[in-house]
């Protein structure tokens, strides 16, 4: 069992729905990462998060630590959301564990 | 600031050959990592370095070597090209190892 999994892994939906990713883990972590990997190849960052919840424009990223989950929520999605979502957990040695990825695609 | 930069973007080997992947990072970052990305995985750390002078193996190191002379730059050798390297290449940086990283673009490598 990998130690990060992701779900959905594949996600298609119509312009101005919201969009929900999930990220389990098993191990225990600092923190978790999430990123956007662009169709060009591109990755960047999108949030950094030890508890609660951040908020970015339309994007919003929450986190359990008790059940060691967390999710990325995309509100009001636009076709140029459409992209791979990366969840990264930050364990005790500081080395990243990443997911495999959830790739959105959003349809206009 | 040119960020993360990686070069070549396309190369194609063929086995046996050896080469360089280079990055470079205009940030002042200590923390830098070279990733490779294959088909339905997730992103595997090949080697990483703390500082200058200072690098250490990562998850997948084999038929890797690194170096860091400088904070700026930390290129990834390739010693004898094999197929199984056929793979994306990152490169990324942050001031921390605990601290939101910045990539590159990516280093699309193809060995035949």
């Known amino acids: 069992k990998n130690e990060v999994e992701q779900s959905p892994q594949n996600l298609t939906a119509q312009e101005g729905e919201f969009i929900t990713i999930n990220c389990s883990y098993s191990v225990g972590i600092s923190a978790l990462h999430w990123l956007q990997q662009h169709p060009g190849g591109g990755i960047v960052s999108l949030f950094m998060l030890s508890s609660g919840k951040k908020k970015h424009g339309r994007l919003i990223a929450t986190i359990n630590i008790q059940e060691k989950h967390s999710s990325l929520h995309i509100t009001a999605s636009h076709p140029r959301d459409s992209a791979v979502y990366i969840c990264a957990v930050r364990g005790s040695n500081y080395q990243l564990i990443w997911g495999a990825g959830t790739k959105l695609i959003i349809k206009p | 600031n040119a960020g993360v930069t990686q070069t070549p973007k396309f190369q194609v080997l063929k086995t046996g050959q050896s080469m360089t992947l280079q990055c470079a990072q205009d940030?002042?970052?200590?923390?830098m990592s070279w990733y490779r990305q294959d088909p339905g995985m997730g992103l595997r750390l090949i080697h990483y370095?703390?500082?200058?002078?200072?690098?250490d193996q990562g998850e997948v190191p084999n038929g890797y070597n690194v170096s860091r002379s400088t904070t700026e730059d930390f290129p990834l050798r390739l010693l004898s090209a094999a197929p199984s390297q056929t793979s994306v290449y990152f490169c990324?940086?942050?001031?921390?190892?605990?601290?939101?990283?910045?990539f590159g673009p990516g280093t699309r490598l193809t060995v035949l």
């Open positions: 990324a940086s942050s001031i921390g190892r605990a601290d939101t990283q910045y």
């Open positions: 940030m002042n970052h200590e923390y």
């Open positions: 370095s703390v500082g200058a002078g200072i690098t």
